[in-house]
């Protein structure tokens, strides 16, 4: 088993002291993910939870339409770093060969290069799942996230993704040390354990950028909460697609953006 963590000699710095100790460090490696043979990324991640993120990644991707399309998931440590391994079906090779051929200078924070403006205003599948999520449902999962998170706990340095049911109820949790990748390694034990995540919402431990939007609306869960901000294009992206944006979740207050552009009728919020 991968462990997430590990330790590291330190110095502990008080105000009249110094102590040496050691400290439990999370583990970030070089992930390079392969399809068929063909290099497609190099993420940085926590190398836990392998086959959920080379799922998860592949969904979000657009390199399978589901967990049908992958025939098989190696993962293979070497001195440098991962391979992950990914051998898709017949069928979803010409469009993954595609894929590689116009992604370009792209990264898991985000988009670069002119060639790809076009992406980051691409048109997303609108939402049509309906889930009825009460204000106490999101307060309680808030409040039983941190129970949820061991790596985090040992280390103080990882984000979480955690699909909750309409209740509340925290079912399933993955950790990284990038949202990006801890969000990829929650929808795909999703979409391993067959667990559709129209039935219930995400809540992540990071701010809200656009990338965290469209991995929700392209999983289909109608429901994203983050304990810190939005961006203004997560916002208009989550608008634009129907998807519920819970923002700056705190125990005692939460915002929900909305397509309300009548700032004049509303206060100020910090």
């Not at 929650?186 to 809540?203: D, E, M, N, Q, V």
């Not at 429901?223 to 997560?234: D, F, K, P």
Request: net charge negative.
């Amino acid at each position: 088993m991968i462990d997430g963590a590990a330790d590291r000699p330190v110095r502990r710095l008080t105000p009249g002291d110094r102590q040496p100790a050691l400290r439990e460090l999370p583990v970030e490696a070089a992930i390079a993910i392969e399809c068929n043979g063909i290099g497609y990324a190099v993420m940085m991640a926590t190398p836990t939870d392998l086959p959920d993120f080379a799922t998860g990644f592949a969904l979000s991707e657009g390199l399978v339409a589901s967990t049908a399309d992958i025939a098989e998931i190696a993962a293979v440590e070497t001195d440098k770093g991962w391979r992950l391994q990914l051998q898709l079906v017949g069928e979803r090779v010409p469009a993954m060969i595609e894929r590689v051929r116009v992604r370009v200078s792209e990264s898991s924070c985000g988009l670069c290069g002119l060639e790809n403006l076009e992406q980051v205003t691409r048109p997303l599948p609108p939402l049509t799942a309906s889930l009825a999520v009460g204000d106490s449902a999101l307060f309680a999962s808030l409040a039983a996230l941190r129970r949820h998170q061991p790596l985090n706990a040992r280390t103080g340095g990882v984000h979480a993704a955690a699909f909750c049911s309409p209740r509340g109820e925290i079912m399933l949790v993955r950790e990284d040390v990038g949202r990006h990748n801890a969000l990829d390694k929650l929808i795909g034990a999703l979409a391993r354990a067959g667990i559709s995540p129209a039935t219930g919402f995400f809540l992540l431990t990071s701010r809200c950028s656009f990338e965290l939007v469209e991995k929700t609306v392209i999983a289909g869960c109608p429901l994203l909460v983050t304990i810190s901000t939005a961006t203004t294009l997560a916002a208009d992206r989550a608008a634009a697609a129907g998807l519920r944006l819970i923002v700056l979740a705190r125990p005692d207050a939460m915002l929900e953006l909305g397509k309300d552009t009548d700032i004049g009728a509303h206060s100020r919020t910090t």
